[in-house]
């Protein structure tokens, strides 16, 4: 029996032996299994095991098929440990069967179950499972949000039960292809006095995001981590949705047809005489890029700002944005890890070296003989105005930076020695 077939007959027994609002009739079939009375329909993928990893390790993904939602695909990236392999799969089953099952039956009969939390219920009962709190997901969605599990944390915060007032699932609506259900996953792990950091997980791998500034309170000097998932939906003919397709295939032609043209701005104009909105290629132009090139230069790990600074077209200036709450950026990301492996390497390369950022690094890396060491250096946020901003609204921005600039300056300093905008 293959291990895939083995964990989906583990999760078979759990979901039997636990009965009650997750029962009804299950059903094995070569290398499927129905649940909930054939609502839905389970498969199993056991990927290899990473480098350093024993039997006692294992890396699964679990796709759920939904019957009475179009077929969409729910995608659960699950670990499971233990003594040897079969203990290691029995432990995914149990986490899938504990983490996943309950918002998946939940939103299914769109009510909570097993722990499960309805979010952004406008006065709800948290007792009941209905909280008012959003745990991150904006309000406009049916969002069922499962129970944590800790390891390593003797009292997570406010115990086992849900708690909405922490992001948990922060940009997972900004960062998700446009489709209308999706599963997310959100782990925060504790690191001692370094505090908490946040992975987030859409659709298995289609996102992954790592948000090192979780705020959680701290719980001493042990390592821990707590994950819990999330189902979501966006409403049916959701405005959202359908720009989320077009910037999708914004995304995408602009960086397939990148090297086709001497400059981006011969694309731009030729992607708004294809049909392409103005504002959505300027968007893929100004945040889309510097997704390309944080990509590119990932294995480097530069200290890259999480925000940058926006020129409106209406005249305002904001700072602090933060660009995993911009779809063009985000989504833009989950594209490029796609891209950096269909493109040749010559194209993806250019298209990552477009945006300032990766000038700069570049500079850095040339300076240092091709082995820099990253961790020495500032960078600063961005500026990026709309289209159509004015140069004085875009002046405002600017002194906006040079004072974040002043502000961070050493003393012994009269400038700093290296800068971004």
Known sequence: MSDSDELLDLIESCIVEHGGDLGGWTRRDNDSLQLFDGRVTLRAEVRESSPGWNEGMVHAHVLTTLHEHDDEILDACLFGMGDDRKRA???????????????????LDDRPVCMTCQANVEGGDESKGYCPGGFGLPPGLRAYVGPSIARGIAEPPKGSSPDESMPWFRYAAESAAPRRVHLAKATVTHQGPEGWRRELEIDGHDVSHRDPDWPARPLGRDFGYMTRFAVFEFPRNSKTLARRAKLEKAIRHFAENFAKFDTADELMA????????????????????????????????????????????????????????????????????????????????????????????????????????????????????????????????????????????????????????
Do not use: C
């Open 89 to 107: 799969l029995g432990q995914a089953a149990g986490i899938w069967m504990t983490l996943v099952a309950g918002p998946i039956r939940s939103f």
């Open 270 to 421: 030729d992607m708004v005489a294809r049909g392409y909105n103005p504002d959505l290629v300027h968007e893929v132009e100004s945040f889309s890029t510097i997704a390309f090139g944080r990509v590119l230069f990932e294995g480097l790990e530069p200290p890259y700002p999480a925000t940058i600074i926006r020129a409106r077209r209406d005249g305002r200036v904001q700072d602090n944005v933060p660009l995993m709450g911009l779809p063009a950026y985000s989504r833009a990301r989950a594209i490029a890890a796609q891209l950096r492996e269909s493109m040749p390497q010559s194209d993806f390369q250019a298209l990552g070296l477009y945006n300032a950022e990766s000038h700069g690094l570049i500079q850095v890396i040339e300076k240092a003989g091709g082995k820099p060491d990253l961790t020495g250096i500032t960078m600063y946020p961005l500026v990026v105005p709309d289209r159509g901003a004015s140069q004085e609204t875009m002046d405002e921005a600017m002194a906006v930076l040079h004072r974040l600039i002043e502000t961070n300056r050493p003393a012994s300093r009269k400038k700093p020695w290296w800068k971004f905008w």
